[in-house]
């Protein structure tokens, strides 16, 4: 069974900081693009960061960059790390990672795995 699992959510002071990591098992996705998403009550899921497994690029939503940092580590079987750092309250949302190779890379639609989410709760 093809899994993508987060963790490392929490809650966390406004200016605080948050690393999330997303694991997988069934299946290899070095040869995937991997990105993070979040969903806030009531509001459409976003596109938050991606990274492109052939090259490394980055891709990052206007909101975060220069806050969060998208990475990952094959060798522990880690997909997707996503350390997040000054978060402010509206930064607050469930957070999902996503792999695939489909493309176009900042919209769900272009990801074909999905984890559960985990939750992130910034207090101001």
């Known amino acids: 069974q093809v899994q993508l699992v987060e963790s490392g959510g929490g809650l966390v002071q406004a200016g605080g900081s948050l690393r999330l990591s997303c694991a997988a098992s069934?299946?290899?996705?070095?040869?995937?693009?991997v990105g993070w998403f979040r969903q806030a009550p009531g509001k459409e899921r976003e596109f938050v960061a991606a990274r492109r497994w052939n090259g490394g690029s980055t891709d990052y939503a206007d909101s975060v960059k220069g806050r969060f940092t998208i990475s990952r580590d094959n060798a522990k079987n880690t997909v997707a790390l996503l350390q997040m750092n000054s978060l402010q309250p509206e930064d607050t949302a469930v957070y999902y990672c996503?792999?695939?190779?489909?493309?176009?890379?900042?919209?769900?639609?272009?990801?074909?795995?999905w984890g559960q989410g985990t939750q992130v709760t910034v207090s101001s």
């Open positions: 069934g299946r290899s996705f070095s040869r995937s693009t």
């Open positions: 996503a792999a695939g190779q489909r493309g176009p890379y900042s919209s769900p639609q272009g990801y074909d795995y």
